[in-house]
């Protein structure tokens, strides 16, 4: 009889174990997807959706009036952590646009929207915890409120070979919290110390890296590739080390506002990056500014270098070696574009 009873029980019992496997199993996963997404090295990426535009295309003087003569489809897809152009999560958001160009539009004629610039606007949102893939949107040339697209070789041309190239704009941020090592007092050695800068913990402790956090990037196409702090009495200092790994155009964030980008930008609009470098003050409990040098943060061959320590308002009385986020902020307008050979031909 007691037999009898017990195997229901251990029936019971390995349910349960099974179930609090699977739910700490679905837990961890959602940890990592809610973590992760402020990882990666881009922001936006473009393709031309296959076969619009073809790559032959032919002037045919009996086309339908009513459907376009030819079409581009472009995907956007923002893989960063960055919204553009709208917000999901009542965040801030930057604006962006698509701008098409490299093909005469005497030959190629109303494929360009009606706006100014012959811009269309991005509205993608970038990964979260809700969407660990980013947001996607297909844009259309010429739009469907729009008269359709004509193409019309001019008398003697029988070939055309443009290349098309869709050039994206967008503002973009950068956002790190790494956690460093503050010690107040770096050269006493009397004592085992939780941190150290420089990553040693001290004698018979586990090495503890004085950094932590920065590694795989942001989610976004400015990363914080490295830094390094310098011990000093009673002061924190920082060399933050900048890189554009996206493959594309750092510019200015105003220049997305005034719709210079892409092809009214001059060299003071060119890789230029706002920044704000904040870290908990122990006397105030607040966060607050760290002083950085230079003001305005210009990358030179797709790099810059940052160097932030804490001001006067900052005391560290009383305090021990203890480990802290650092937060950085950086702001910039971001330019990239993808192109497609075609050939137009009349049609015989």
Not at 8 to 14: Q, S, V
């Amino acid at each position: 009889m007691q037999q009898k009873w017990m195997m229901p029980a251990c029936a019971l019992l390995a349910l349960f174990i099974i179930s609090g496997c699977q739910a700490l199993g679905r837990q961890r996963e959602a940890s990592l997807v809610d973590t992760r997404f402020h990882q990666g090295t881009i922001g936006m990426q473009m393709q031309f959706v296959p076969g619009n535009p073809p790559t032959i295309v032919y002037d045919d003087p009996a086309f339908d009036l009513r459907q376009p003569e030819m079409q581009v489809l472009l995907e956007v897809r923002n893989r960063g952590a960055f919204d553009v152009g709208k917000s999901t999560e009542n965040q801030p958001f930057g604006l962006g646009y698509v701008a098409l160009s490299g093909y005469d539009q005497s030959i190629i004629r109303y494929l360009q929207p009606a706006t100014p610039n012959g811009i269309v606007s991005l509205a993608v949102e970038g990964k979260s915890r809700f969407n660990a893939e980013g947001g996607l949107q297909v844009l259309e040339f010429p739009p469907q409120d729009q008269i359709a697209s004509i193409v019309e070789l001019p008398e003697g041309v029988n070939t055309y070979r443009p290349r098309l190239q869709a050039t994206a704009c967008y503002q973009y941020e950068t956002i790190a919290a790494p956690v460093v090592c503050v010690d107040p007092d770096p050269y006493r050695e009397v004592i085992d110390k939780p941190c150290r800068v420089g990553g040693i913990a001290g004698s018979g402790r586990e090495l503890v890296a004085a950094v932590e956090g920065i590694a795989g990037g942001q989610g976004a196409p400015v990363t914080i590739s490295n830094i390094q702090e310098e011990a000093q009495r009673n002061r924190v200092q920082f060399e933050i080390s900048v890189s554009n790994t996206g493959g594309g155009k750092v510019v200015d964030w105003d220049s997305i506002n005034s719709l210079s980008c892409p092809f009214g930008l001059n060299y003071q609009q060119l890789d230029n990056i706002q920044y704000e470098v904040r870290m908990v003050n122990p006397l105030t409990g607040l966060e607050e500014s760290l002083v950085c040098e230079p003001l305005q943060l210009k990358m030179y061959n797709n790099r810059a270098v940052l160097f932030c320590r804490t001001g006067s308002n900052f005391d560290f009385s009383g305090q021990t070696a203890y480990q802290t986020p650092l937060y950085v902020r950086l702001q910039y307008g971001y330019m990239d574009a993808v192109s497609k050979n075609i050939e137009v031909r009349r049609a015989s």
